[in-house]
């Protein structure tokens, strides 16, 4: 379990581990989707460069929200998808976390993003970047890909 701050002072509570993640009911999705060996992010309008997510609407699943937002937010149509993580913010939004292989990419449909942003090699985001979402700027980012370093869908480079 790890336990930080994000980027606007709020607490964050990042777990891992299925037998936690399992018991809560996530309201909200984030979504790390490969494809090709690139980590596929989303150009939100306002934001800046972000990674697909969002709410889990009213009648649907959290697997559900994840390939809909992962396509409204990146055109990206999903081979494979599994749940690798969860966190909260602030004791009381719960986010699951996903990895996903895209098996193909088509234009955003989301109103709110303009195009999807291909990263290879996968950026550190330590320095924060100006054309980068704040939402990126915590240890939810780099810990996940750190989680996902042996994960089969993404194909991250080990560090040396």
Same mark, same amino acid.
């Given at each position: 379990m790890h336990h930080f701050r994000d980027d606007f002072g709020y607490d964050v509570t990042l777990t891992f581990d299925p037998d936690v993640y399992r018991k809560r009911t996530a309201g909200h999705v984030l979504i790390f989707p490969f494809w090709? /060996?690139?980590l596929v992010f989303t150009r939100h309008r306002?934001?800046?460069i972000e990674l697909p997510g969002g709410k889990v609407e009213p009648g649907e699943t959290s697997i559900g929200a994840a390939i809909r937002e992962t396509y409204e937010e990146t055109g990206a149509i999903l081979e494979a998808i599994e749940?690798?993580?969860?966190?909260?913010v602030? /004791?009381?939004?719960?986010k699951d976390i996903y990895a996903a292989r895209v098996l193909s990419l088509e234009t955003p449909t989301g109103t709110d993003v303009e195009k999807a942003v291909l990263f290879s090699p996968i950026p550190d985001l330590r320095d924060k970047p100006?054309?980068?979402s704040r939402y990126l700027f915590d240890d939810v980012y780099p810990l996940t890909l750190a989680r996902l370093a042996e994960h089969p869908f993404a194909h991250?480079?080990?560090k040396t």
């Open positions: 090709q /060996g690139k306002t934001r800046g749940r690798i993580g969860q966190y909260t602030a /004791g009381d939004l719960v100006p054309a980068f991250i480079p080990r």
